[in-house]
């Protein structure tokens, strides 16, 4: 039986049990075992089937050679194995063919999101530098190497299997662009919302006898930890930690920003100068722990949580603040560029809140024309205000 028989046979009882039969998988050689477990991490052995079924399996690799041989010689940018299962029509030949001439710099260590991946999508890069699209529309499992699934996407959620059997710390980045939003399970339970523009480092699997360890490299979340008095959960932004044992609380590390706060919606969380962890700080529900980032110095005051956490639900509230600092949120949240020479305007202070599901950014400028009349612009993604 040739390699192509093999693997059209596996791809078929793979689609019937849902699962990979790693006694079935052992028959193929490493890269065709590879294969099998790509595609079913990215939930696509039925399309693949469907591609084979299509083909000349056993006359076309000579004829594929041929075809993609002045590509190769002409550009050192490889496309990535996946488009040619939607594009078949073009290319003439073995989808494995495909899949080795690509798959060695696809899961280079060294990785990036491949040509062509907009930048308002959302991306989840795994510890080997493999790159990930998730689809808010679909659903997708996420696996290692060796075809082990640690984590299903559905819609904008992603949940984190407690089981998966690996006995040392292995991270996921997950990147939120402007203009959205997403939710992660992590394996202890622990629920995060992340909010547009925000990057996060998390194990797939928290380690016994180990803190339970994330970290926030740009934008805000809030988390809702499960307790767990053996093993703290320390959120940390390179400049400020935060650790609890079980809490809800808000996190917002925004480069741009003058200042990274911890507000605490219920239990108790302990923040402190990762460079100075002797000062540290306990913060109670309903307080704002604010680490500035010129003196390096922690304040506290008492604040109403919802204006710091409505963004879970879409919530965008606003008090006595100055447009100027408004400009900021409405930016992530719209995934627009706002420009305001209004020197009048930037600095008067507003009251107010908006519903990002159900009103548009036009809306807002509408909303803050009738308070304070001013002249405004759209085009495309930017807002010119005069």
């Known amino acids: 039986m040739n390699s192509s028989h093999k693997i059209k046979q596996v791809l078929k009882h793979i689609a019937k049990i849902d699962t990979i039969d790693l006694k079935i998988v052992e028959a193929l050689s490493q890269e065709e075992q590879e294969l099998i477990i790509d595609l079913y991490r990215d939930n696509l052995i039925a399309e693949a089937l469907e591609f084979i079924d299509s083909l000349d399996v056993d006359g076309d690799w000579e004829r594929f050679r041929k075809e993609i041989a002045p590509f190769e010689e002409k550009t050192s940018a490889k496309p990535t194995w996946r488009p040619l299962l939607k594009y078949a029509a073009v290319f003439i030949g073995l989808l494995t063919a495909a899949f080795f001439l690509y798959y060695n710099a696809y899961k280079s260590e060294n990785a990036i999101p491949p040509a062509g991946i907009p930048e308002n999508v959302i991306v989840l890069t795994q510890d080997d530098g493999a790159v990930q ?17 640690f984590g299903v996407q559905k819609g904008n959620k992603l949940e984190y299997v407690a089981d998966v059997a690996v006995e040392e710390l292995i991270y996921n980045e997950l990147q939120v662009p402007y203009g959205k939003t997403f939710g992660i399970t992590l394996s202890d ?43 703290p959960f320390v959120v940390n ?53 604010s680490w500035n980032r010129t003196d390096h110095k922690i304040s506290m005051e008492e604040v109403d949580v919802r204006l710091y956490t409505g963004w879970i639900k879409g919530e965008m509230i606003f008090r006595n603040s100055s447009f100027d600092n408004m400009v900021k949120k409405l930016e992530r949240r719209y995934n627009v560029t706002i420009q305001s020479d209004n020197e009048v305007l930037n600095s008067k202070k507003f009251n107010a809140g908006f519903h990002v599901d159900i009103e548009t950014l036009d809306d807002v400028m509408k909303a803050i024309n009738n308070i304070h009349p001013f002249t405004y612009t759209i085009l495309d993604n930017q807002i010119i205000i005069e």
Do not use: C, M, W
Request: aromatic content about 8%; proline content about 3%.
């Open 133 to 149: 699209v998730i689809n808010t529309n679909e659903e997708q499992k996420i696996a290692l190497k060796n075809g082990q699934v």
């Open 189 to 231: 339970g622990t629920v995060v919302h992340l909010n547009s523009g925000t990057k996060l480092r998390y194990p797939i699997k928290f380690i016994e006898g180990k803190k339970r360890e994330v970290y926030i490299k740009d934008g805000e979340a809030f988390f809702e930890v499960t307790k767990d008095s053996s093993h």
């Open 237 to 289: 932004t390179g400049s400020v930690a935060v650790e609890v044992l079980g809490t809800k609380f808000n996190v917002s590390s925004f480069e741009e920003d003058a200042d990274i706060s911890t507000v605490l919606v219920e239990g108790a969380v302990n923040i402190y100068d990762e460079k100075r962890p002797d000062q540290s700080y306990i913060l109670k529900p309903g307080q704002k722990g």
